[in-house]
């Protein structure tokens, strides 16, 4: 079932709240600046995330820590046998794919 635009706007307003749920209030509201969503397919939503990047101080450390951002989310499986498993499906299959996990490989932040 496809989400509507709504729904994917509540879902992630969830998640942006559950990540602030970490930080003590002042800060959660310093970073609530910082954190946002853009709508899919949508080049004016993401032109105005993009725009909330206008703190050079926010730009660089965004920028500093995208290279470890990507590292971390890394998993030493080729896109062959992830379809292959995935579509395969075999309990075998399914158990191999999650072990490839963020979870799995304490990745999860």
Not at 9 to 17: G, R, S, V
Not at 78 to 89: F, Y
């Amino acid at each position: 079932m496809t989400a509507t635009v709504e729904e994917r706007k509540a879902t992630n307003k969830a998640l942006i709240d559950e990540v602030l749920k970490a930080y003590p209030e002042k800060m959660a509201k310093r970073r609530a600046k910082h954190l946002g969503s853009f709508e899919e397919g949508k080049p004016e939503s993401l032109a105005q995330a993009i725009a909330s990047l206008q703190d050079a101080a926010v730009y660089r450390r965004v920028s500093q820590g995208s290279a470890a951002a990507w590292e971390s989310i890394q998993v030493p499986l080729k896109s062959g046998e992830l379809l292959t498993r995935w579509l395969t499906g075999t309990n075998a299959d399914i158990a191999a794919l999650k072990t490839f996990s963020l979870q799995q490989l304490g990745r999860v932040v």
